[in-house]
Each structure stands twice: as structure tokens, then as C-alpha cells.
T-cell receptor, first 113, second 111 residues
């Protein structure tokens, strides 16, 4: 059973702080993704990675960066948090060879004040 | 450019009746479509999918229909149950590319 975990369920940060969101998957998946979910906008892709140390920009990468030093871990970094980055952040992974079905973590509700 | 659109933000149905959730897409290169279900404070979970070579796929109470000429797909839930109340996301992709999600539809099934 695939498990994707995220380091925090809820976070409150101040404007200008550097924020780290961690994601770990236990199924040896090559591909990992970071999305944000906002009402009326669905899931929007921020960054994705198809291998260790590889990363690709998604649709809304501005204000974010990522790190993938190990296959199972994909980190999202908000360099200087702003109030418009208040959102639900979702991490997902998928085995590139087998399926298109992404497995999602439980999400991190981030509030930037 | 929203390539996958779910035009109904919400849908309310009575328990036991049919729920029909709709999704339209603009990219004719999409060849695989998925539906995800999301409860509050949880991540989305995969529900059902369909390849562009098919026009229907069924799994228990859930059936997805694909109309390629209209660039439209729909998810039918019969019979609807209160536990089906969730946000449903439609997603599409072109082989080798990444998923594009719709805005989501909040389904409420009333007992």
C-alpha cells in the first residue's frame, strides 16, 4: 500500500519567513509532484521531479523552489513566504513505468500571516 | 488557459439517486482521463480512469463516460450515498506528459 506522508498537517508562518514542506513516499516512485489547491482553482502544479536531483517547473513556480536529494523525499521551499501563498499544499508520487495514477499525501494547510 | 474545466462548482443530490459530474477539456491530444475524490483535510484519492480508446469504464457504482468528439467526460455515481459527499476532480493527460486538473465539483449527497 503506497504511503505518501507530509511533515506537517497545519502550519502558520509569518510574512518573509523561509518555509520548508517535506514529503516522503515509501514506494520507490521516480516521479514526485508538489501542487497547491485553492477554492475554484483546482490543483495547480508548482514543481515536479522525475529523478533525484532533477526538477522541472510546473504552472506556478514563482516564489517556490524544490529539492530532491534522495529518491523518497521531495521538499518544497518558500524562500520568503507571502500571504498569497496561504493554501493547501499537496505532494504526490507516481511510478513512471506503470501507471498514471498519482498517490497523494494528506496535505499541509499553510497560513501566512 | 484552463484546459480542463468543471463548470459546476457544486452539486446536491438525494441519497439513492444518480449523481452526474461533468468535465470538459480543450486539448485534443489528451489520451487518458482520471477522476479523483477528495475529503476535507485529506489528499485526493484515485477513483476511476478511462483511456481515449474507450468510451465507458465501470467500477461498481462508478461509471465514467468519454465523448471524444465533444471533448467531454462525465462521472456517474449510482446509487449515491452520503459517504460520497466530497470534492471530485477531473484530470487529463497526454502520454508522457503530466496531469492537468479541473477546478473540482463539491458533491453533497443528502440522506
Amino acid at each position: 500500500d503506497v504511503k505518501v506522508t507530509q511533515s506537517s498537517r497545519y502550519l502558520v508562518k509569518r510574512t518573509g519567513e523561509k518555509v520548508f514542506l517535506e514529503c516522503v513516499q515509501d514506494m520507490d516512485h521516480e516521479n514526485m509532484f508538489w501542487y497547491r489547491q485553492d477554492p475554484g482553482l483546482g490543483l495547480r502544479l508548482i514543481y515536479f521531479s522525475y529523478d533525484v536531483k532533477m526538477k522541472e517547473k510546473g504552472d506556478i513556480p514563482e516564489g517556490y523552489s524544490v529539492s530532491r536529494e534522495k529518491k523518497e523525499r521531495f521538499s518544497l521551499i518558500l524562500e520568503s513566504a507571502s500571504t498569497n501563498q496561504t493554501s493547501m499544499y499537496l505532494c504526490a508520487s507516481v511510478d513512471s513505468g506503470n501507471s498514471y495514477e498519482q498517490y497523494f499525501g494528506p496535505g499541509t494547510r499553510l497560513t501566512v500571516t | 488557459d484552463q484546459q480542463v474545466k468543471q463548470n459546476s462548482p457544486s452539486l446536491s443530490v438525494q441519497e439513492g439517486r444518480i449523481s452526474i459530474l461533468n468535465c470538459d477539456y480543450t486539448n485534443s491530444m489528451f489520451d487518458y482521463f482520471l477522476w479523483y475524490k477528495k475529503y476535507p483535510a485529506e489528499g485526493p484519492t484515485f477513483l476511476i480512469s478511462i483511456s481515449s480508446i474507450k468510451d465507458k469504464n465501470e467500477d461498481g457504482r462508478f461509471t465514467v463516460f468519454l465523448n471524444k468528439s465533444a471533448k467531454h467526460l462525465s462521472l456517474h455515481i449510482v446509487p449515491s450515498q452520503p459517504g460520497d459527499s466530497a470534492v471530485y476532480f477531473c484530470a487529463a493527460l497526454r502520454s508522457g506528459s503530466r496531469l492537468t486538473f479541473g477546478e473540482g465539483t463539491q458533491l453533497t449527497v443528502n440522506p
